[in-house]
């Protein structure tokens, strides 16, 4: 079987030296990936430069993305030829648009107009004591997946914080139908720990528990085995 | 001598699954930490997670901070006691004061109120279409070590980027004479690559250039230690 697998988190640049990021460790995509290159299985890891990698192996490709933008590019031909995609790589949601000084944003009238605007220096500058960052939604690359390849077994996750866990769960069923996932890893930041990953795996009709990264790992291994025998 | 260097790039968060990241991959910090200890000297490297760090040696002590706030409360008892001050991280200038979506802006009259607002939520909501971030700036590091301890030797960083030569050098004697610093290393990210760096240190009267990070390293060596003899 051919596994594709995302990890880490993507990065939006603000300017040549500024970027927004989000946090991910890509612990738990390496221990996937691991877990199939040791049953046989050939897995592309899709993951960034900050991400913890798994050892070189003759059956594992690892590419290497930044952005949204790089990511969508790398992952649809991809999609196109994988039979799983466990995609828990943590995606930025917003890409920043323009940015600038308080000052400006008080004397512009219509705000959309701002939206528009596109930031012209390399290095945006520092002077002022306060600071406007316009944002845009960035395409949501779990949506396109199905669209990309109908016969991918999909596994998305969701990362919630703080919450309990009727709202996680029902969070992720939303996700599980809109995006047409075959499962989805719902867990919440503060349920992770060192050593510790509470997390639930759902499909349609059931929900699995997992304790840690390896168990976590260990479930959605045999969830998608069981599929594909 | 005791010599104080800091490296990599601070973050400032934006909510528990985001943040704003300052690039630096901590290389040439570690070159500067590897020549001192070379030759004998003790070193305290102030870095971040995510940077290069020198190889373990007896007269090397590593302490990883996060964001402005962590570094100043870190480094304000350690520049009271080195002898030389070697700043090379890629410090934050703006921080994250609250992020809302544009409706929200524009049914606020007066803006000024929105920099006094915090979220309060864990993990902002995703939904908008475009979001807009107020950023405040951070307390500038640099204009600090002086007040800290006076007699210290500081060899600030300044980087620009596309920008011409002139530009370049007037930028960082402002610097120079602004934070007291005794050197200043000027640097301008488009001259930057792999195996290049161009990078002119200043004093008050005088301009060396480097053209490689070991480059810049030594010149740094050479120029304090001058003015520790």
Do not use: C
Not at 24 to 37: E, I, V
Not at 96 to 108: F, G, S
Request: net charge positive; glycine share 2%; proline share 2%.
């Amino acid at each position: 079987m051919k596994i594709l697998i995302t990890s880490g988190g993507t990065s939006e640049s603000i300017d040549s030296v500024r970027s927004i990021t989000n946090h991910s460790t890509g612990r738990l995509g390496k221990k996937m990936a691991d877990l199939f290159l040791n049953k046989g299985d050939h897995v592309t890891l899709v993951t960034t430069a900050a991400a913890v990698k798994p050892n070189k192996h003759k059956n594992l490709s690892i590419l290497e993305v930044t952005n949204v933008e790089s990511l969508i590019e790398t992952l649809e031909p991809l999609v196109k030829e994988h039979d799983i995609f466990i995609h828990s790589m943590a995606v930025s949601d917003y890409t920043p648009v323009y940015m600038t000084d308080v000052k400006t944003l008080e004397h512009t009238k219509n705000m959309e107009t701002l939206l528009h605007h596109k930031n012209t220096e390399s290095k945006i500058s520092s002077k002022a004591d306060y600071q406007v960052l316009f944002l845009k939604k960035t395409p949501k690359v779990i949506s396109l997946v199905k669209k990309w390849n109908p016969n991918i077994t999909l596994i998305g996750f969701k990362l919630l914080v703080k919450t309990n866990k009727e709202e996680l769960l029902n969070t992720a069923r939303e996700s599980l139908h809109n995006n047409q996932a075959d499962y989805v890893l719902a867990n919440d930041l503060a349920q992770i720990s060192h050593d510790k990953h509470i997390a639930y795996l759902l499909d349609k009709h059931h929900v699995f528990k997992a304790q840690t990264k390896s168990e976590i790992a260990q479930l959605i291994f045999e969830k998608v085995r069981t599929n594909h025998d």
